[in-house]
T-cell receptor, first 114, second 113 residues
Framework: DTGVSQNPRHKITKRGQNVTFRCDPI?????LYWYRQTLGQGPEFLTY????????KSRLLSDRFSAERPKGSFSTLEIQRTEQGDSAMYLC????????????FGQGTRLTVV | GEDVEQSLFLSVREGDSSVINCTYTDSSSTYLYWYKQEPGAGLQLLTYIFSNMDMKQDQRLTVLLNKKDKHLSLRIADTQTGDSAIYFC?????????????FGSGTRLSIRP
């Protein structure tokens, strides 16, 4: 397993367009997280899945954002009607809910809204 | 609310020790972490310390925790150019529960020759 994989690595979109990002977690990890990181800040939690169930959503996740993990494996994060304020690095992390396993982060998808 | 604060920049000479400091507000924090982020790379967990410990050493890394003052530090001995990165202090109430991890804004470490 090569770790947490995120695609695309970079996305430039025009304001008002919809975008979708994908995250493939480490295969045996049942927990998957989405974070957002803006320039000069640390990552901020967006949402979290345990298997296919979305268990927690941050108040940062407006109704323009939706995340899915339909089969409990990969996850998608969609942003509708993008705004310039959505420009950020979107990070995915995965971990297992048993034992002392650390959370592994992907390299992120950098979104630029122009 | 929960907050983690750290200085934004640190510059050290190659071969010297680097000390990155952090303060946090949540007294119920159970785990405290140091993550490293290099340009174009994801976050890498460097080390963590459990709240009932005062110190943890791992090769060139030493973590000191003053729970009374809610102060955490990371010392990197013999700093090398490869240590140039942003270092994030973070805390959570549960190990490896990324949803509960609160990150600081990061300290950018630069190395002078």
């Amino acid at each position: 397993d090569t770790g947490v994989s995120q695609n695309p690595r970079h996305k430039i979109t025009k304001r008002g367009q919809n975008v979708t990002f994908r995250c493939d977690p480490i295969s045996e990890h049942n927990r998957l997280y989405w974070y957002r990181q803006t320039l000069g800040q640390g990552p901020e939690f967006l949402t979290y899945f345990q298997n296919e169930a979305q268990l927690e959503k941050s108040r940062l996740l407006s109704d323009r954002f939706s995340a899915e993990r339909p089969k409990g494996s990969f996850s998608t994060l969609e942003i509708q009607r993008t705004e310039q304020g959505d420009s950020a690095m979107y990070l995915c992390a995965s971990t297992a809910d048993w034992g002392d396993t650390e959370a592994f982060f992907g390299q992120g998808t950098r979104l630029t809204v122009v | 609310g929960e907050d983690v604060e750290q200085s934004l920049f640190l510059s050290v000479r190659e071969g010297d020790s680097s000390v990155i400091n952090c303060t946090y507000t949540d007294s119920s924090s159970t785990y405290l972490y140091w993550y490293k982020q290099e340009p174009g790379a994801g976050l890498q967990l460097l080390t963590y310390i459990f709240s009932n410990m005062d110190m943890k050493q791992d090769q060139r890394l030493t973590v000191l925790l003053n729970k009374k003052d809610k102060h955490l530090s990371l010392r990197i001995a013999d700093t090398q150019t490869g240590d140039s990165a942003i270092y994030f202090c973070a805390e959570s109430g549960e190990y490896s529960s990324a949803s509960k991890i609160i990150f600081g804004s990061g300290t950018r470490l630069s190395i002078r020759p």
